[in-house]
C-alpha cells in the first residue's frame, strides 16, 4: 500500500502562471515533508521542506503547504519558468529512528514557454 | 553539489552474473542509502547504512546486498542480476536527522539483459 501518493503523473503550464503539485499521504506518523526536483540524467536535488509543526514554508518563488487533518500537502511555484520543467517528487519521513523517506512516485511538470 | 560519486554510471550484463555498484562521498556523513527509480514507483528504499558495518533492509530488499567497511563507500551488490533488477539506482547521503535532507548522487542506469 502506498503511504505517499502523487495522483497526476503529469502537469503543463504555461510560464509566468502557478505551478501546484499535490501530495497525499496516509501515515498520521510522518512529521517532516520534503519536494525534491529531478532533471533527466541527474539525481534528485532538495527543494524544499516543512515540519509537521508548520502549515506552510516559503523559499522564493517555491512555497509548500501542509494540511494535516486532510494529510495533503501542496508545490506551488509561482511564477512558473521554463527551467522549472522537472519531475518532482515529495517524501515523507517519521521521527521513529530510522531515517527512511517514503517518496511518491512523481509528477512531470512542463512549463511552456 | 554534495560530494557522492556512484560508479559506474551506466552499466550492461546479463541475467545471472553479479554486479556491484559504488557510491562513494566525501561529507563524512553517517546515513548512506540505496534507492532504486522505476516508472511508476518513484524511489524506493532498497537498503541503508547508519555507520559503518552497520545496515539494514528497505522495502525492496530481496535479491540486493550491501556492504560498507568505511565510512565513505557504501556497494550494492546484485549476486545473480535478474531482468527485473534492470532501473536507475540512486545513492544518498544524510546526517542522521530526521530534519535535515537527505543529497543523492547523478545514478547508475543498469540494464540486465
Known amino acids: 500500500d502506498q503511504q505517499v501518493k502523487q495522483n497526476s503523473p503529469s502537469l503543463s503550464v504555461q510560464e509566468g502562471r502557478i505551478s501546484i503539485l499535490n501530495c497525499d499521504y496516509t501515515n498520521s506518523m510522518f512529521d517532516y515533508f520534503l519536494w525534491y526536483k529531478k532533471y533527466p540524467a541527474e539525481g534528485p536535488t532538495f527543494l524544499i521542506s516543512i515540519s509537521s509543526i508548520k502549515d506552510k514554508n516559503e523559499d522564493g518563488r517555491f512555497t509548500v503547504f501542509l494540511n494535516k487533518s486532510a494529510k495533503h500537502l501542496s508545490l506551488h511555484i509561482v511564477p512558473s519558468q521554463p527551467g522549472d520543467s522537472a519531475v518532482y517528487f515529495c517524501?515523507?519521513?517519521?521521527?521513529?529512528?530510522?531515517?527512511?523517506?517514503?517518496f511518491g512516485t512523481g509528477t512531470r511538470l512542463k512549463v511552456l514557454a | 553539489d554534495a560530494g557522492i560519486t556512484q560508479s559506474p554510471r551506466h552499466k550492461v550484463t546479463e541475467t545471472g552474473t553479479p554486479v556491484t555498484l559504488r557510491c562513494h562521498q566525501t561529507?563524512?556523513?553517517?546515513?548512506m542509502y540505496w534507492y532504486r527509480q522505476d516508472p511508476g514507483h518513484g524511489l524506493r528504499l532498497i537498503h541503508y547504512s547508519y555507520g559503518v558495518k552497520d545496515t539494514d533492509k528497505g522495502e525492496v530488499s530481496d535479491g540486493y546486498s550491501v556492504s560498507r567497511s568505511k565510512t565513505e563507500d557504501f556497494l550494492l551488490t546484485l549476486e545473480s542480476a535478474t531482468s527485473s533488477q534492470t532501473s536507475v539506482y540512486f545513492c544518498a547521503i544524510g546526517t542522521g536527522y530526521s530534519n535535515q535532507p537527505q543529497h543523492f548522487g547523478d545514478g547508475t542506469r543498469l540494464s540486465i539483459l
Open positions: 561529507e563524512n556523513h553517517r546515513y
Open positions: 517524501a515523507a519521513s517519521a521521527e521513529s529512528g530510522t531515517y527512511k523517506y517514503i
